[in-house]
């Protein structure tokens, strides 16, 4: 199973919403990552869990909340987003911590709207 | 500290004509360099990875890239474009020294035409 499992694949919201995104690996990786990717650009990193701890958090709004319950699933809960946030929403993981092994593993991603 | 520039925001080839993306990169230890490709509305894909190892590395589905330390290059190809080539490449560097992850380039928009 090599699989990063995104849901949902799509999400709507308002501006006042609370929702969630979930991700989920069965490679045994110890390090899960959270990007955002804007049409056109490359992903930009968000946070980093290593061994289930908050190792990075790239200055992200705190409308952003990570949570890795477990080795094996990682989510982001959104509240109070912008319109501005409206993007694609990648989920990774790696072996090691990515800086070191170098591949990154990465799901199919959630497209995100706000109205 | 480092950085990668892809030197093309759009490659356009006809299909069973050769690839060529470019990648620049700096970086202050020896680095890992990686090609990602995205297909439209999927996530990103290794397509192959240096790691000081062999200089000419292959990769997934006939590409291959050549590690040019004296150039700081990392320039990917392909003999014969496929039209399912057509994607977003990412060029991204890993400064083993850096805590800060990787480092991807602007991508570069390949169009394969029939």
């Known amino acids: 199973d090599t699989e990063v499992t995104q849901t949902p694949k799509h999400l709507v919201m308002g501006m006042t919403n609370k929702k969630s995104l979930k991700c989920e690996q069965h490679m045994g990786h110890r390090a899960m990552y959270w990007y955002k990717q804007k049409a056109k650009k490359p992903p930009e990193l968000m946070f980093v869990y290593s061994y289930e701890k908050l190792s990075i958090n790239e200055s992200v709004p705190s409308r952003f909340s990570p949570e890795c319950p477990n080795s094996s699933l990682l989510n982001l809960h959104l509240h109070a987003l912008q319109p501005e946030d409206s993007a694609l929403y990648l989920c990774a993981s790696s072996q090691g911590l990515a800086g070191v092994t170098g591949e990154l593993f990465f799901g199919e991603g959630s497209r995100l709207t706000v109205l | 500290a480092q950085s990668v520039t892809q030197l093309d925001s759009h490659v356009s080839v006809s299909e069973g004509t050769p690839v060529l993306l470019r990648c620049n990169y700096s970086?202050?230890?020896?680095?890992?360099l990686f090609w990602y490709v995205q297909h439209p509305n999927k996530g990103l894909q290794l397509l192959l990875k240096?790691?000081?190892?062999?200089?000419l590395v292959k990769g997934i589905n006939g590409f291959e890239a050549e590690f040019k330390k004296s150039e700081t290059s990392f320039h990917l190809t392909k003999p014969s474009a496929h039209m399912s080539d057509a994607a977003e490449y990412f060029c991204v560097v890993s400064d083993r020294g850096s805590a800060r992850q990787l480092t991807f380039g602007s991508g570069t928009q390949l169009t394969v035409l029939p």
């Open positions: 970086s202050s230890y020896s680095p890992s």
């Open positions: 240096y790691t000081s190892a062999a200089t």
